[in-house]
């Protein structure tokens, strides 16, 4: 976050989270030749791979072909698919709390962002320890209230006061309008 990035988003996931702001069927399918020219018209050397899953895309070869250009290669993922070795910074989201039987592959990465639901924290304990920085976000549904929204940032950021282990993450680009 603070840093420029050109995002990359991919359509399609292997799960469905309700609160995702990523249309998974609408998607525009490009030759990697002109995902790449997009990605450098943009004269910035970051680039997350989001999603959709970005793991179910082949992130080696737009990778090795970015890394022509010097270009830095961040992923978000929900962590059941793992990440290439091409990539630089591995941010990890996992969906536990809504699919408590999906299975992380990806157990180590630079960064664990955990969505809080009000799910227990508990649940990320031995995760956790494969990171360097762990993050709680609060959840940021469109279709509940003003009051719901507002009462799980607060209750979000009560636990980061609480638990220094934690660093509160927000969606800024949301309150900026920013797709």
């Keep these: 976050m603070g840093k420029p990035h050109v995002f990359v988003r991919f359509g399609n996931c292997n799960l469905r989270c309700e609160w995702c702001d ?17 990605i450098l018209s943009f004269r910035c050397n970051r680039v997350v791979f989001t999603g959709g899953e970005p793991c179910l895309q082949d992130l080696n070869t737009i990778g090795k072909e970015l890394k022509k250009y010097d270009i830095n290669l961040s992923v978000e ?3 059941t698919i793992a990440v290439p070795e091409i990539i630089d910074w591995i941010c990890v989201s996992p969906k536990d709390q809504l699919y408590p ?24 304990d031995e995760l956790k320890h494969g990171f360097d920085h762990i993050f709680l976000q609060p959840c940021y549904f469109e279709n509940e209230s003003v009051e719901w929204n507002g009462k799980n940032f607060v209750e979000t950021e009560n636990i980061v006061k609480i638990n220094n282990e934690w660093r509160l993450s927000l969606q800024t680009h949301k309150w900026l309008g920013v797709d």
């Design 101 to 124: 039987n999906s299975v992380i592959n990806q157990k180590f990465g630079d960064e664990l962002k955990i969505v809080y639901c009000g799910q227990d924290l508990k649940l990320y």
């Design 77 to 79: 993922t929900n962590g």
């Design 22 to 38: 990523t249309n998974f069927l609408e998607y525009e399918e490009l030759y990697l030749d002109d995902i790449i020219q997009k």
